[in-house]
């Protein structure tokens, strides 16, 4: 598989040679979907809590009497019935929204994305991505240089300058191989390799 190696204008000025077995897979959607669900569902942290009709502030008299007004009959106004009572079956704090995912898939599934990435025209090679200080309008000024709005650079070396100058860019992420996550390969719209991550997103997906 041979991938666009792009220049400091945004502009194709050659082709790199990847692994196939990264870059040139099937695309399995149903696994891809799976993985990006997993992923999402991992990332939640189960806080949320609501009211059991014990535990609603409410008082135990009786609402009404029993008979004779023609109403449904009513114990208390924690009944889940009533508007302002307790749920039924009430989400828990401790409630745990995790999926497993077999290394053997996800290593697949991050091989899809990528493929897909690539034959779609959404993902290239740049030599190294750096800027000389930690301002943020330097890194702006370089992609929109380069057309891009919104980029994903997976590159195999972050200094300090690069990651203080990415990190407020609402619409850019800056990572290493490891951190990459099938959520945002999706998300981007462009996803920018260096040359040294090829080889390590090789040691891990291949």
Known sequence: M???L???QGQATSKVDAPDTVFARDYNEAL???IVVAFQANARQGT???LDRGEVK???KKPFRQKGTGRARAGM???PLWRGGGRIFPNRPDENFSQKV???MYRAGMASILSQLARDGRLA???SLSVDAPKTRLLAAKFKAMGLDSVMVIADQIDDNLALASRNLANVLVVEPRYADPLSLVFYKKVLVTKGAIEQLKEMYA
């Open 2 to 4: 041979q991938l666009e």
């Open 58 to 60: 409410h008082s135990t």
């Open 125 to 127: 090679v740049v030599d």
């Open 102 to 104: 077999n290394k053997k």
């Open 6 to 8: 792009l220049n400091e």
């Open 48 to 50: 949320r809590a609501q």
């Open 77 to 79: 106004t924690s009944s």
């Open 32 to 34: 891809v979907h799976q």
